[in-house]
Structure formats: C-alpha cells, structure tokens
T-cell receptor, first 114, second 113 residues
C-alpha cells in the first residue's frame, strides 16, 4: 500500500505501554475536535471527538484531552497494541461558517514494537 | 467499515484532462465533504455539500467543482488537471450542517502525468 506519511514525527512504543500523541491546533475559535487513525492505503478512521465545552472525553482504550488555554489536544491510548500502528491526525472545526469543514494537523506516526 | 464508498480506487490521467470522482455516503447521512490528501500530509478541505447545495468551500480554484444528488451521493469534478493535483481524494459523510462526526471513505488515488 501507499505510504501515508513519509517524513512525519514518529512515536515508537512497546506493546502494552500507554501512548500519548500530541497536537497543537491553530484556531482559538475552533469548537469541535476529532482524532483520526489512518492506516496505509486506507481513509482516515474516526477514533474519538470532543467539543470545546469539555476538557476530557474517554472511549474504549482512548482518552482525548483538550486544553483551550494553550490550544493543545492529546490522544492517550492505553495498553497499545500492534494494530494501533498507524498515522494519527487531529482535526479541528474552525467554526468559520464554511459548513462542517475540518482542518487537519500534519499527523504523527505511531509504531508499536512487539 | 464506515459504509462510505468511493470509485474508482485508482485513476491515471494526463495533464489538461478532466476527471470525475464519485462517493456514496453512509446510510442516513445528508452531508458529503471532499478532501485532498497529498502524500505525507493531512487532508485538506475542498468543499462540502448539504442537501444538494454547496455548504462551504476551502482554498481550491473553481476548476474543482462538485455535485450532490437527491440520494446524497456526490461527485467531485476537476478540470484542466495539473501535476500537483496528484493526490488521494477522500470523501466524508456526516449528518447535518453543524460540526459532527465525519466518516471517511477509502479514497481515490489520482495520478496526473
């Protein structure tokens, strides 16, 4: 399959460890945020979302934290598994009146070592 | 699987030609957004259609145009193809105009030579 990201920041973790992927977003007016996982040759897969009136949201094995003061978003993956290896993108809705557009960050490659 | 389908999977075109890409949204979704993803980068918003009307547009020239049909499926048309149009084209479906979960299809890989 194609390579999703050739020169992306890479996070390498041991299987079973927790992973934290960070993202700095650009627009202080953004009111909605999503984390996506993209495997090689596939479209982005929805992981978890959070709205600006929250600072934490938990899913199955994943937690998203939002710090609006410093415009920072993080994705925590508990007990990382080999199947979690992929490129992870954060996306924001900048609330510019352009529909439901999403602005994506540059992505982080997560590599899980068995 | 998201239920969002795209066709074709791959396409090779020559500079100056025109191309049409197709997307079927997830059942129950009435909004389709199109994104362009260059190799090694995150997706970039092209435009969005809600109930057959363009509902927002990113920073793409007018030679990028689209349609949405009554069944909410959508087309992306690109005229006068340029080499830099080579990318993965993704469509995402969602419900309504507001900020909601968007589910992506597998994409169409367009190569312009």
């Amino acid at each position: 399959g194609e390579s999703v990201g050739l020169h992306l920041p890479t996070l390498s973790v041991q299987e079973g460890d927790n992973s934290i992927i960070n993202c700095a977003y650009s627009n202080s007016a953004s009111d909605y945020f999503i984390w996506y996982k993209q495997e090689s040759g596939k479209g982005p897969q929805f992981i978890i979302d959070i709205r600006s009136n929250m600072d934490k949201r938990q899913g199955q094995r994943v937690t998203v934290l939002l710090n609006k003061t410093v415009k920072h978003l993080s994705l925590q993956i508990a007990a990382t598994q080999p199947g979690d290896s992929a490129v992870y993108f954060c996306a924001e809705n900048p609330n510019l009146g352009a529909g439901n557009m999403l602005t994506f960050g540059g992505g982080t490659r997560l590599m899980v070592k068995p | 699987e998201t239920g969002v389908t795209q066709s074709p999977t791959h396409l090779i075109k020559t500079r100056g030609q025109q191309v049409t890409l197709r997307c079927s949204s997830q059942s129950g979704h009435n909004t389709v957004s199109w994104y362009q993803q260059a190799l090694g980068q995150g997706p970039q918003f092209i435009f969005q259609y809600y109930r057959e009307e363009e509902n927002g547009r990113g920073n793409f020239p007018p030679r990028f145009s689209g349609l949405q049909f009554p069944n909410y499926s959508s087309e992306l048309n690109v005229n006068a193809l340029e080499l830099d149009d080579s990318a993965l084209y993704l469509c995402a479906s969602s419900l309504g105009q507001g900020a909601n979960e968007q589910y992506f299809g597998p994409g169409t890989r367009l190569t312009v030579t």
